[in-house]
């Protein structure tokens, strides 16, 4: 298993990223996949997490209305659309694998290398 994110980056408060992951390695297709950040100091945070199809996302609270979770299974990737960045949205951000069968139970097998998110002025 290969997850790769990118598209991290230094961003005004207001301001907005892209985030992507290509994954391999792994029937991308079969799997329920997560975004998760740790902030400085603090621990792991489930933000996202999107159905093997596509079709149904949950979101923590925090991002809600403001982060958008799509994947493209013909191409391997996941995209996470962050719009309207806060300070508090400071973090690393790692896409994840979730464990075959545990859609929105949270837990993951695999992740990336992470990818860093700064929003600050």
């Known amino acids: 298993v290969h997850l790769v994110e990118s598209g991290g980056g230094w961003v005004q408060p207001g301001g907005s990223l892209r985030l992507s992951c290509a994954a391999s390695?792994?029937?991308?297709?079969?799997?329920?996949m997560s975004w998760v950040r740790q902030a400085p100091g603090k621990g792991l945070e489930w933000v996202s997490t999107?159905?093997?199809?596509?079709?149904?996302?949950h979101y923590t609270d925090s991002v809600k209305g403001r982060f958008t979770f799509s994947r493209d299974n013909a191409k391997n990737t996941l995209y996470l659309q962050m719009n309207s960045l806060k300070p508090e949205d400071t973090a690393l951000y790692y896409c994840?694998?979730?464990?075959?069968?545990?859609?929105?139970?949270?837990?993951?097998?695999?992740r990336g290398q992470g990818t860093q998110v700064t929003v600050s002025s």
């Open positions: 390695g792994f029937s991308f297709n079969d799997y329920c």
């Open positions: 999107i159905t093997s199809g596509g079709l149904t996302t």
């Open positions: 994840a694998k979730n464990k075959f069968g545990n859609c929105f139970g949270r837990e993951f097998d695999y």
